[in-house]
Structure formats: C-alpha cells, structure tokens
C-alpha cells in the first residue's frame, strides 16, 4: 500500500504541482536523495539498526511526503522529496535482506539451490512491486473520474477557453506547456477532490507502514 500510494503521486507531481517547476524539482530531489543516501548513509545505518525497525521507521516517512501535497510549496515538497529519498534507499536495502532471509526459509524446505529460491521470491517481489504501479494509478483515475470537475480553476499562465475534463487533458494527453497546440485544455482538479485522494493515500501509508511490523524480522547476523 505504500509502494502503491507513493508511486502513484510521485507520477502526478508534475500535473498537480505545475507552478514553478515545483512538481519536477521535487521528484528530482528525490531521486537525487535516493542515489545518494543508497551510496552513503543507508548501508552504515542498516548495520546497527533492527532490519523491521529500520523499514517500518522509513516507510512511516513517506507519510510527510504525502502531507507535504496538502500544502504545496517550495518549503514542503522539496525537504519532504528529499526525505521520501531516503526513505525509498532504506526500502530497497530492507527489501534485499527479507528476500534472502525467505529465500533461505525455502531452500530449508525444497530440493533446490539457495540462488535458484533467490530468483524465485526476487521475481515474485518484481510482481508485486510492479502490481503497485497498476493499483496506485487506479486510484487516483477513479477519483478524478466521478469527482465534480471544477470548470473555474486554471492555471495562470494558461488560457481560460475550450477546457476539458482532468482525466482527458493529464497523463498521455497532457498539455501544461503555451507551445502546445492547445494548452487552453489544460486545467486542474478541484481542490477538495485532490484532497481526497491525499487522505487516501494517507491513510494507505500509514497502514501499509504498520503491516511491516507483523512480518518476522531476520535473524541477527544471519546477513553478515
């Protein structure tokens, strides 16, 4: 659920956030963030820090990435990007760690190689992951779809004729830019119906974060 919310706004960023570049900004820092913490801090951390400990903490930070979206600006998107950063560089690194450890609970229990079960729960763990993109983007498809459609709300530099609905001028057919053909098309979703997608994914985040608790923690010193 976390993966599914994150993934899912992260893609709207630059349709809801246009003003300023700020939606393109954030999801380069956070990219950013995720090469470097990946490359420095994360792996040091993870060294001294419980595996569930440290990926329930981190998911929980997605959280601030989320709210940041209630109150759009500079000062709230950019350290909350950089923070999710992080965040997505600790996931991966957890995420290697409890692939091993199910991969080794396997090979207990089958006649296979110790590889042939870490391809095996890798490969599952890709589906699943991937499976995010598909349920995260139907949430907000949904929402916007049989929300009311604001026929006021533009943006500034944009023209005020000839405006459809969100779901027809965002994603492929979007249209933000004055040397489009039309950038007349382009208009935002009311305020109150990106509001409730946010709560959504709130509420997604913070339950998928606690669901890692219930899942057992690896042995110590069993990835040493």
Same mark, same amino acid.
């Given at each position: 659920?976390?993966?599914?919310?994150?993934?899912?706004?992260?893609?709207?960023?630059?349709?809801?956030? !246009?003003?300023? @570049?700020? @939606?393109?900004? @954030?999801?380069?820092?956070?990219?950013?963030?995720?090469?470097? +913490?990946?490359?420095?801090?994360?792996?040091?951390?993870?060294?001294?820090?419980?595996? =569930?400990?440290?990926?329930?903490?981190?998911?929980?930070?997605?959280? !601030?990435?989320?709210?940041?979206?209630? &109150?759009?600006?500079?000062?709230?998107?950019? $350290?909350?990007?950089?923070?999710?950063?992080?965040? =997505?560089?600790?996931?991966?690194?957890?995420?290697? =760690? /409890?692939?091993?450890?199910?991969?080794?609970?396997?090979?207990?229990?089958?006649?296979?190689?110790? +590889?042939? /079960?870490?391809?095996?729960?890798?490969?599952?763990?890709?589906?699943?992951?991937?499976?995010?993109?598909?349920?995260?983007?139907?949430?907000?498809?949904v929402i916007f779809k049989v929300a $009311?459609?604001?026929?006021?709300?533009?943006?500034?530099?944009?023209?005020?004729? +000839?405006?459809?609905?969100?779901?027809?001028?965002?994603?492929?057919?979007?249209?933000?830019? $004055?040397?489009?053909?039309? $950038? +007349?098309? &382009?208009?935002?979703?009311?305020?109150?119906?990106?509001?409730?997608?946010?709560?959504?994914?709130?509420?997604?985040?913070?339950?998928?974060?606690?669901?890692?608790?219930?899942?057992?923690?690896?042995?110590?010193?069993?990835?040493?």
């Open positions: 659920m976390v993966t599914s919310a994150n993934c899912a706004l992260m893609n709207l960023q630059t349709s809801m956030n !246009v003003e300023g @570049g700020l @939606g393109a900004l @954030g999801s380069t820092v956070m990219t950013s963030t995720l090469l470097v +913490s990946t490359l420095t801090i994360v792996p040091v951390i993870s060294k001294y820090l419980d595996v =569930k400990v440290f990926l329930v903490s981190t998911q929980l930070m997605f959280i !601030v990435y989320v709210a940041a979206n209630f &109150y759009p600006a500079y000062y709230t998107i950019l $350290p909350a990007s950089s923070i999710t950063g992080f965040a =997505k560089s600790a996931f991966w690194v957890c995420v290697g =760690k /409890y692939n091993l450890q199910f991969a080794k609970k396997y090979n207990l229990i089958g006649s296979g190689s110790l +590889s042939k /079960y870490i391809n095996y729960v890798t490969g599952y763990f890709f589906c699943a992951y991937q499976s995010c993109q598909v349920i995260g983007n139907m949430i907000p498809f $009311p459609q604001n026929e006021n709300m533009t943006h500034s530099h944009l023209l005020n004729s +000839s405006r459809i609905l969100v779901s027809e001028a965002c994603g492929a057919n979007d249209c933000q830019l $004055p040397s489009q053909e039309d $950038p +007349s098309k &382009y208009r935002q979703a009311e305020q109150t119906t990106i509001y409730i997608m946010l709560g959504v994914f709130l509420v997604m985040t913070f339950v998928g974060a606690i669901s890692y608790m219930f899942i057992p923690s690896p042995a110590n010193g069993e990835f040493k």
